[in-house]
């Protein structure tokens, strides 16, 4: 069992920064691949940045160049650094990971706002 608590959402203005958290307790040692995923209102969720255990991180298109994902291997926690908001990254972020059974395990999720 894996458990994952995002922090860091909130109302920003476009071109603003955000940093999203997750910490992440439970059987993290079985983690395959861990990563952020938003899902806006009326659409499906998205992947928007992922890393396996090897260290290999991939980004949506949509936000390369903006937003860097991090992790603190040490403190067992997840970063999403986002710069240059706009509105239309607007929606929940959830914190994700999968263990090595392809078990996939979610946050609950941390609404990120972002205001023209």
């Known amino acids: 069992q894996v458990d994952l608590v995002e922090s860091g959402g909130g109302l920003v203005q476009a071109g603003g920064s955000l940093r999203l958290s997750c910490a992440a307790s439970?059987?993290?040692?079985?983690?395959?691949?861990m990563g952020w995923h938003r899902q806006a209102p009326g659409k499906q969720r998205e992947m928007v940045a992922s890393m396996t255990s090897d260290g290999t991180t991939n980004y949506a298109d949509s936000v390369k160049g903006r937003f860097t994902f991090s992790r603190d291997n040490a403190e067992n926690t997840l970063y999403l650094q986002m710069t240059s908001l706009n509105p239309a990254d607007t929606a929940v972020y959830y914190c994700?990971?999968?263990?090595?059974?392809?078990?996939?395990?979610w946050g609950p999720g941390t609404q990120v706002t972002v205001s023209s």
């Open positions: 439970g059987s993290i040692f079985r983690l395959y691949r």
């Open positions: 994700h990971a999968m263990d090595r059974n392809y078990m996939n395990y």
